[in-house]
């Protein structure tokens, strides 16, 4: 039995559809299990992060568990009462979803939030592995909506390059550590295969839509106004403008083979996820009207 926590979000959900299709016994953490849909024969377990006392149940009869915490100016330390309830529960193995960058200083507070879980992940007895993704390649589903409406795409990393991951190849790596006792100890960095700054991202989407797309470079000083004023958090803002400043200065230009030693395969282009996913960014397609 493996359980995830987070199972809706962008790893979780692809983590569990890989395993599934695997055949893998597979339970998912969820706020409120009688209105989310999972594939069939998936467990649904009701886990509030806010409330601690709801982990042990879902620990309950685990042999590996997915880490997904909630990091953030908001924790709680959620990541260490996980473990701690994974410990109670004789759960075997953990696999923690961190961030590219963790515990650099260069990234400011978002660098900062993984640590705790990081290092109480490191201490807690059981095999363990880290997972340090770079950005998912997902991400620029967000670009969808000004396309459908006409206007640009802003660009708020300038001319900063980074080798986007495909989220199915970190889903496919975590299934791996899950699975497997040869990962005990390993923190992996994730990235695609290839640097690309957001304009050649764009350039990209746009061979694969058969359209032109348009950016709009946002300076660096105007970045935080921008997402202000498209009504983001002030915690997210702040969060969002070291991760961008971060990828401006360069310090995200990196590129590794742990998917590759993974895996035994390259990882996902860009193009490919686009590829895939193009459905994503078409317009949404109305019901005719009745008389």
Known sequence: MILITGATGTIGS???????????????????PANTTFPAGVEAVHVDYRDPST????MAGVDAAFLNGLPG???????????EAARAAGVRRVVKLSI?????PRLGAPGRWHVPGEDAVR?????WTIL?????????????????????????????????????????????ALRSGAHHGRTYTLTGPILQTAREQATVLSEV????????????ADAADFMRSAGLSPAFVE??????????????????DDITRVLGRPPRSYATWAADHRAAFLPVATAPERN
């Open 14 to 32: 692809a983590l569990l559809t890989h395993l599934v299709a695997d055949g893998v016994e597979v339970r998912a953490t969820t706020r409120d």
């Open 55 to 58: 982990f042990a149940p879902a």
């Open 73 to 83: 100016p908001d924790d709680t330390g959620v990541d260490a009462a996980l473990i």
């Open 100 to 104: 590219i960058g963790a515990g650099d």
């Open 123 to 127: 201490v807690c007895g059981l095999e």
């Open 132 to 176: 340090r993704p770079n950005t998912f390649a997902s991400n620029t589903v967000s670009w969808s909506e000004p396309l459908r409406t006409g206007m640009p795409v802003p660009n708020l990393t300038g001319e900063g390059r980074q080798a986007v991951v495909d989220p199915r190849d970190v889903a496919e790596v975590a299934a791996a």
């Open 209 to 220: 839509l058969g359209r032109p797309i348009a950016l709009t470079d946002i300076a660096e």
């Open 239 to 256: 969060a969002a403008a070291n991760g961008q400043s971060f990828i401006r200065a360069g310090h995200n230009e990196l590129i590794t």
